[in-house]
T-cell receptor, first 113, second 113 residues
Framework: DGGITQSPKYLFRKEGQNVTLSCEQNLNHDAMYWYRQDPGQGLRLIYYSQIVNDFQKGDIAEGYSVSREKKESFPLTVTSAQKNPTAFYLC????????????FGQGTRLTVV | GENVEQHPSTLSVQEGDSAVIKCTYS??????FPWYKQELGKGPQLIID?????GEKKDQRIAVTLNKTAKHFSLHITETQPEDSAVYFCAAIFTGGGNKLTFGTGTQLKVEL
């Protein structure tokens, strides 16, 4: 089945530790995105990538880092510099940026204690 | 700046009634307006979209209308059913910002029996 897979579904980390969230797609999509979801604030864009080895900051990139070494993979690292890391993180992909449908993964709920 | 406003934040209707969710956007150059449905603990899924060269689009019980002059678009769900209960997000593509999707803050729809 084609799709976009995020793992793990739930993740717990201690404050001060970096943590990496996985996102893999087998849809052959060029563009991939990371969103953060908090109650009452909708989806806010963290980073996006339009092509392998290239990525751009979104609206709330501070405290996060990404890489795009392979077309299929777009991991997100939540660093200790992110002041409020506890949230629901969503990865998405699309054929390209612009007027195309974005497909979302099932999300990772990160809790930092 | 880029902005999508969505109202209401919560909506409760009786089964069989209609539900309407409204969004406004700031960038007059936006040309793609998707609507996503998110069930609890899952990623959003596209339910309908509309492009700027169309004023209305319908898919069974779901319809979307677009008023480019007023810069607003609406989701209409008729004959609501309990399985329509979910969070709904509108979004718009801002062509001046790298063609990134910007989302509204979401509407929690509850269909009561």
């Amino acid at each position: 089945d084609g799709g976009i897979t995020q793992s793990p579904k739930y993740l717990f980390r201690k404050e001060g530790q970096n943590v990496t969230l996985s996102c893999e797609q087998n849809l052959n999509h060029d563009a991939m995105y990371w969103y953060r979801q908090d109650p009452g604030q909708g989806l806010r864009l963290i980073y996006y990538s339009q092509i392998v080895n290239d990525f751009q900051k979104g609206d709330i990139a501070e405290g996060y880092s990404v890489s795009r070494e392979k077309k299929e993979s777009f991991p997100l690292t939540v660093t200790s510099a992110q002041k409020n890391p506890t949230a629901f993180y969503l990865c998405a992909s699309s054929i390209g940026t612009g007027v195309t449908e974005a497909f979302f993964g099932q999300g990772t709920r990160l809790t930092v204690v | 700046g880029e902005n999508v406003e969505q109202h209401p934040s919560t909506l409760s209707v009786q089964e069989g009634d209609s539900a309407v969710i409204k969004c406004t956007y700031s960038d007059s150059a936006s040309n793609y307006f998707p609507w996503y449905k998110q069930e609890l603990g899952k990623g959003p899924q596209l339910i309908i979209d509309i492009r700027s060269n169309v004023g209305e689009k319908k898919d069974q019980r779901i319809a979307v209308t677009l008023n480019k002059t007023a810069k607003h678009f609406s989701l209409h769900i008729t004959e609501t059913q309990p399985e329509d209960s979910a969070v709904y997000f509108c979004a718009a593509i801002f062509t001046g910002g790298g063609n990134k999707l910007t989302f509204g803050t979401g509407t929690q729809l509850k269909v009561e029996l």
